[in-house]
């Protein structure tokens, strides 16, 4: 018999409740001493990044559906291994701590600012794992790791040190991207492109030895002082009159060559292009090819160099403006425009990056892009529409990884640099170092026997550590019984704005250290957008906080919103509206289920041998909905099972079949016919509560522990609902069904009583027919709508 649900409505606080018990009962932690050989289901999980608040709405629903993933796998009887961590290296943390604290991490001594980043860190971290808590995620809390806790650290050092005794990491001295308020190097796949209005300025030169001259339009002409050469298109008929001849360059006292170059434009500005070392990613690549000597044009400060004269050591704005007012009064600019101009920004300041050269440590990519094409093949992409985002990015790949930053806060470079010989030593892997402030592990050069150093005082890239996930929760090199079952890893889940970094980056680490693909699938989600479309961002004052809307609506509510807007791999809309829509579902779930908490349950072993033709009729039904709920999670589509399950469950279950068999459900005479019902009934919702279990675990575990007694729909047991096809014959009646109870309700909102003068009730009497085709149904269709028939 089950348990009559008293409780009117479905609240939070219920969920509040459940929550703790699943939090005393650890029911998420995995054998840590498990015996078999099986492999575990071990999901990559993204560690969330704590830098200030808000988090974004999207980054929340993302984590949600990665515990459908989760506990889809175990309805399926795997034993996942689901690990949390914290990203708490990079950039971000040390630009939200100068905010927070009104200080420049340049100015201020490094273990103090240190000191402030972790504690920054820590007051972001506990309210992310909060959110991630109370979302109902089935993950190991009690192991949470931090990326900048010591074994973390020393991990990514011992990676490093591997990599380096194989020969794949070198020192360069190159022009790279450099982000001046970031104070470093970063790497290509850390840009992004933003049109920004700029002005492209005609400036005239005058050829060698003429009066003639040619104007050149530019946006940098605060470079004017490094160009080193014109290029024009070979095919630009203006120009080929002077090809090989040299232009005056105006304002400084040098002479340039005209070059012809495919790479010039005919179409923008005036066609002639100046060179200029180092403007963008384009004049590198001219300066290299052509061979032109360089000149350093702007310093790590963001500030012009000497060689730029009477406008050396001026900001960029203030050099350009400066040398502009010069053009302009002595008659050398033509005019200027106002455009629109594609500038490569760092992600993370949203500043305008410039091209310096510096020296790096670079990590090997370019000589293995063809493997890391054909490699990859072997991943498989939920969508497979994203795979394209990975394979763009290899293709242009040009240049080795910059993997050392300039910065504070992240792990630092294992090095000691020897003072006679400058030889480059290493420690031997093992525990967190820390060059910059601790004497080495070693006492002599391995090249010269010298007994001083100097600690290296660069940190890593980001990416370097986050890049090695796959292979510290898998215990690479530390557990290798538990690293067997677990790589590679089953799932990689991530956004798709971090393909081309995270995923890329993960991929490239592991192949050096493992030789192996780092998982065998990505599922990879898109952004979360206002409810105009557009992209949220805290400078447009879009971004949506997820915490009141989760405390408001409960976390199911939130999971089930997450699951059935988001259709995999594209952007979705967010909005408290829809929420609310969600919210109605899940009320609609609750109060059938309070419904048929007023009958006892039949089983399998107590059911009639004939069942209803009604009953059949609807379990034909569930087996349709059930087939595609399961193949919709076999996908990892959520998309699909949330909306097939709210279909079915409120348009179909609750709104024709249950008011189809209501009257045999409070027929006590009938056995049989009775029996046929509660059986049905019991059966559907069973199997809608374990279709539903991976997206709303909250409402589905009370209903089930309520109705039918034990706790086994927390997905730790081999439950996955059966697709029977026993009654599939019965579905040829589903839209005659639907057509005659929906007349039937329009026809009484359309007939007036006699006696009130009113339309009927739903309850209230009405003469019609039964169609033939109907005639099996034709005793619940009677009792159901109160018909008198003609």
């Not at 850390?190 to 339009?217: C, M, P, Q, W």
């Not at 290899?394 to 806060?409: E, L």
């Not at 557990?479 to 089953?490: C, L």
Request: with cysteine.
């Amino acid at each position: 018999m089950s348990s009559k649900i008293t409780e009117k409505t479905w609240s939070s606080e219920i969920e509040k409740k459940i929550l703790q018990d699943w939090k005393i009962s650890n029911i998420y932690d995995y054998d840590t001493i498990d015996q078999s050989n099986e492999k575990y289901f071990v999901i990559d999980t993204p560690p969330p990044y704590p830098s200030g608040r808000p988090w974004h709405i999207g980054a929340a629903a993302h984590y949600s559906q990665i515990d459908m993933i989760a506990r889809f796998a175990r309805l399926k009887g795997l034993k996942v291994v689901f690990p949390i961590g914290v990203d708490r290296n990079g950039i971000p943390v040390e630009i939200h701590t100068e905010k927070k604290y009104k200080i420049r991490m340049r100015n201020t001594e490094r273990k103090e600012f240190l000191r402030l980043c972790k504690l920054t860190l820590d007051e972001t971290e506990s309210e992310f794992i909060e959110i991630l808590a109370s979302l109902g995620l089935s993950a190991n809390f009690n192991q949470k790791y931090q990326t900048d806790s010591s074994e973390f650290r020393a991990f990514t050092q011992a990676t490093f040190i591997e990599m380096w005794n194989k020969g794949f990491v070198y020192l360069g001295n190159r022009p790279n991207n450099y982000c001046i308020d970031c104070g470093t190097t970063i790497a290509d796949a850390e840009i992004i492109y933003s049109n920004i209005e700029t002005r492209l300025v005609y400036i005239a030169f005058y050829l060698k030895n003429s009066n003639d001259r040619i104007v050149i339009a530019t946006t940098r002409p605060e470079l004017l002082f490094s160009c080193q050469a014109i290029t024009v298109n070979p095919e630009d008929e203006r120009y080929k009159e002077i090809h090989g001849k040299f232009l005056k360059i105006p304002l400084f006292d040098r002479e340039v060559k005209v070059i012809p170059h495919h790479s010039a434009d005919k179409d923008f500005g005036s066609g002639a292009v100046m060179i200029c070392s180092y403007g963008d990613l384009n004049d590198v690549q001219l300066f290299r090819e052509l061979g032109l000597p360089e000149i350093r044009s702007i310093d790590m400060n963001g500030r012009t160099t000497e060689f730029a004269g009477e406008f050396a050591n001026l900001k960029i704005k203030e050099a350009r403006d400066r040398i502009i007012d010069k053009l302009t009064n002595q008659g050398l600019v033509e005019k200027i425009e106002s455009i629109t101009h594609r500038t490569p920004l760092c992600e993370r300041s949203r500043t305008q990056i410039e091209i310096i050269p510096l020296e790096d440590y670079y990590l090997k990519q370019v000589d293995i892009k063809t493997e890391l094409l054909e490699r990859s093949k072997a991943i498989k992409f939920y969508p497979e529409m994203h795979r394209q985002i990975l394979v763009n990015w290899i293709n242009s790949v040009a240049i080795d990884w910059p993997i050392s930053r300039r910065r504070f806060y992240g792990t630092e470079i294992p090095i000691w640099y020897c003072t006679e010989c400058n030889n480059p030593n290493l420690p031997q892997p093992g525990r967190y170092y820390k060059p910059w402030e601790e004497d080495p592990p070693f006492e002599k050069c391995n090249k010269c026997n010298n007994n001083k150093f100097e600690g290296e005082k660069r940190i890593f890239d980001t990416w370097m550590d986050s890049s090695i996930t796959p292979l510290f929760i898998s215990r690479f090199d530390k557990d290798k019984k538990f690293f067997e079952k677990a790589y590679p890893a089953s799932i990689r889940p991530q956004g798709k704005d971090i393909v081309r970094t995270w995923l890329y980056y993960t991929i490239l680490r592991c192949l050096y250290l493992t030789d192996q693909i780092p998982w065998y699938s990505a599922w990879i989600m898109g952004y979360g957008v206002d409810e105009k479309g557009e992209k949220m961002s805290k400078s447009k004052g879009n971004v949506i906080d997820p915490l009141p809307l989760i405390n408001k609506y409960g976390a199911d509510v939130f999971r089930f919103w997450s699951a059935s807007e988001t259709n995999l791999g594209y952007d979705f809309r967010c909005s408290e509206l829809k929420i609310q829509g969600a919210q109605k579902f899940l009320s609609k779930l609750w109060n059938i289920g309070r419904f048929i908490s007023n009958f006892e349950v039949i089983e399998e072993s107590s059911k009639p041998q004939e069942l209803n033709p009604t009953d059949k009729w609807i379990l034909a039904e569930l087996s349709k909905a059930t087939e595609k709920c399961l193949q919709g999670y076999e996908d990892l589509n959520f998309f699909i099972p949330a909306n097939v399950l709210r279909d079915f469950t409120w348009n179909m279950f609750a709104a024709h079949y249950i008011e189809m068999i209501k009257g045999r459900a409070y027929n006590t005479e009938s056995i049989d016919d009775r029996k046929s019902a509660l059986y049905t009934i019991h059966k559907c919702f069973k199997t809608i509560l374990l279709l539903l279990e991976p997206i709303s675990p909250f409402i589905t575990y009370e209903l089930w522990s309520k109705i039918y007694g034990n706790k086994e729909v927390i997905s730790s047991q081999k439950k996955i609902p059966i697709v029977e096809k026993e009654y599939e014959s019965f579905g040829s009646s589903t839209q005659s069904i639907v057509k005659f109870n929906s007349d039937i309700w329009n026809k009484k909102k359309e007939t007036l009583s006699e006696i009130t003068n009113k339309p009927l009730s739903l309850k209230d009497p009405i003469k019609t027919k039964i169609p033939v085709e109907l005639e099996l149904f034709k005793d619940d269709l009677i009792v159901m709508h109160n018909i008198i028939l003609e």
